[in-house]
């Protein structure tokens, strides 16, 4: 969790932050917890709840992420917010899920995670139901918890100062460049980490990428994005 200072410029900025706990490990692994490590769950969620009541950037408390916790465990987070007297909404899950104990969660997290036109944004019809998730597509209904735009260029003078002359204005990639451009993905596994969806996007839109330069792709990527 960031220090009380990065908390302390939100609030004086003006930027809403939903906190909580961080997906992916031992907050999720709730198969191999112990009571010893129930605890330990308890007595952060706590402890962050202290922390966090007094910063009006903080709007929610969110105690899990992609699953819902398993009721006792949430049953504790659920009485440790109480008596640590937290004073905003909290979010049983980022998924769009809904809990024995509190009901709907209210928000979804159902991407997307890649480049996609900008009507996307503008659908309040629910279309496709995403494999593996209970929350359809379309940007304009729900509360998105996570998504983002996926790959991501940098403008010309960023990527100017961070790759090395050799790769400067090399395009289209070739076996020495490839990772850098792929740089500005996310991660490397999976669907994330390479340009093809972005660059394909660009094409339908834009033309072709074959005679274009390194500079005039970063000019033209900061409009698609």
């Not at 899950?93 to 997290?109: D, E, I």
């Not at 451009?181 to 996007?201: I, Y």
């Amino acid at each position: 969790m960031p220090s009380d200072v990065w908390f302390d410029v939100a609030d004086a900025v003006g930027v809403l932050v939903i906190a909580g706990l961080e997906c992916c490990d031992a907050w999720q692994h709730w198969d191999a917890w112990s009571t010893d490590t129930l605890e330990v769950g308890r007595s952060s969620v706590a402890t962050l709840a202290r922390q966090l009541r007094i910063h009006p950037s903080v709007l929610a408390f969110a105690y899990s992420s992609d699953e819902l916790p398993p009721v006792d465990v949430e049953a504790a987070y659920v009485e440790a917010l109480q008596q640590a007297l937290w004073p905003n909404p909290t979010i049983a899950s980022c998924s769009n899920l809904t809990s024995k104990l509190s009901g709907a969660t209210g928000v979804k997290m159902s991407g997307p995670y890649n480049w996609v036109p900008p009507g996307y944004w503008y659908l309040s019809t629910p279309s496709v139901v995403p494999h593996g998730t209970s929350s359809p597509l379309g940007g304009a209904f729900g509360f998105l918890t996570e998504g983002g735009p996926g790959a991501s260029p940098m403008i010309p003078r960023s990527w100017a100062a961070t790759v090395p002359d050799n790769v400067l204005m090399q395009w289209p990639p070739n076996a020495t460049s490839q990772a850098y451009w792929d740089a500005h993905c996310a991660n490397p596994q999976g669907l994330f980490g390479k340009l093809d969806h972005f660059s394909s996007a660009m094409v339908a839109r834009y033309g072709s990428l074959t005679n274009t330069t390194a500079h005039q792709f970063l000019t033209a990527s900061q409009v698609a994005a």
